[in-house]
């Protein structure tokens, strides 16, 4: 069969999302389209490329050789295309995950970016950890995230780039009639015994559970099981007012009813947070973005360690080692 003399770039992100879903439910809540459109544009680009792209089954989703060898060609045919809107112009707006809307390094750093290049359009959205987020830039369907590099698996790495932003100092959030509540700080090693909930079970902040494994060992401090899955602000106090569970959270984790974020010390935890982008990924956008947050980092000191501060071994050779 002769290839085709055109192809039509949604039927590649559709093919895109899919390959790394690997799960079409999935794929189709990512890109904000009906699983059975999806599924359609998925058998176009499989009847005009004339090959199978995946292995369907009941139980699972799984690429041909084929669709293996389909995966670069698209991602630089989707490049392509964004690089030349850019150079003439026309450059997409650049999606942004900023976690939460009440966490403060990202916000800055977006709306810093914002007044370094005013000619471009940034768009905000409000996920959930870093690890949920890399799927979707390796896929082309996010531009850029916050979070924490070292804490992703070693193939998601191998397909980002990264740029060192903070170190956040970590902090608990507690009921307001815990023990521990009237203190202005909370050491450590007063947490022992206790049980702190920090994502587990979460799929995507395994990141930020890894590190409060790391930061618990040895100390008598348990990381809490899984907690309902809350989505929202709202839904997220009320599950944590019912379990009255202490929360590892950072020092500029938005105020709770009913709770209050005490930082902790001896030593002072921190979170390193990164700015976080699909490799080659080319767009004036992540220009500015890059350079504010270099800016901001800059003035507000967010890079410098603490003497009593305290990050694993692994996160330390990461986050010295960015381009």
């Known amino acids: 069969m002769p290839a085709p003399a055109h192809l039509d770039p949604r039927l590649l992100r559709a093919f895109l999302a899919v390959a790394q879903e ?3 439910t999935r794929a189709a809540a990512r890109l904000y389209v009906a699983q059975q459109a999806l599924s359609r544009d998925v058998r ?9 792209l995946f292995v369907r089954t009941t139980r699972q989703v799984t690429l041909t050789a084929d669709g293996e060898r389909l995966v670069p060609y ?18 997409r707006p650049l999606l942004v995950d900023l976690n939460s809307p009440g966490l ?13 290049a005013p000619e471009h359009e940034f768009m905000a ?12 830039l390796a896929a082309g369907r996010l ?18 780039d990264h740029q060192p932003v903070r170190y956040a100092p970590m902090a608990v959030l507690l009921p307001e009639d815990h023990p521990l509540a009237e203190r202005e700080r909370v050491p450590l090693a007063a947490l022992a015994g206790e049980t702190v909930y920090a994502g587990a079970g979460n799929p995507r902040t395994p990141e930020w559970t890894d590190l409060a494994r790391r930061l618990f060992d040895g100390r008598g401090i348990t990381v809490a099981p899984p907690a309902p899955l809350a989505v929202g602000d709202e839904e997220f106090q009320r599950v944590m007012a019912k379990t009255r569970t202490p929360v590892l959270a ?3 984790f938005p105020a709770m009813p009913g709770a209050v974020l005490r930082p902790l010390t001896d030593p002072v935890p921190l979170s390193p947070v990164s700015l976080v982008w699909r490799k080659g990924l080319i767009h004036p956008g992540l220009d500015a973005l890059r350079r504010a947050a270099a800016r901001v980092a800059t003035e507000e000191g967010w890079l ?3 003497a009593d501060g305290w990050i694993p071994a692994i996160d330390s050779i990461v986050m010295g080692t960015h381009n």
């Open 22 to 24: 690997l799960h079409f």
């Open 44 to 52: 176009r680009l499989e009847r005009e490329l004339g090959a199978e």
């Open 74 to 91: 698209a991602r630089r045919a989707l490049q392509a295309q964004d690089d030349l809107l850019a150079a003439f112009g026309q450059a």
């Open 104 to 116: 403060d390094t990202g916000r800055r750093v977006l709306h810093r970016a914002r007044e370094l």
């Open 125 to 136: 959205r409000y996920e959930s950890g870093l690890t949920g987020a890399a799927g979707e």
């Open 143 to 160: 531009d850029a995230s916050f979070g924490r590099f070292a804490g992703l698996d070693p193939a998601l790495r191998a397909g980002l």
């Open 250 to 252: 950072v020092i500029d």
């Open 304 to 306: 410098r360690e603490p």
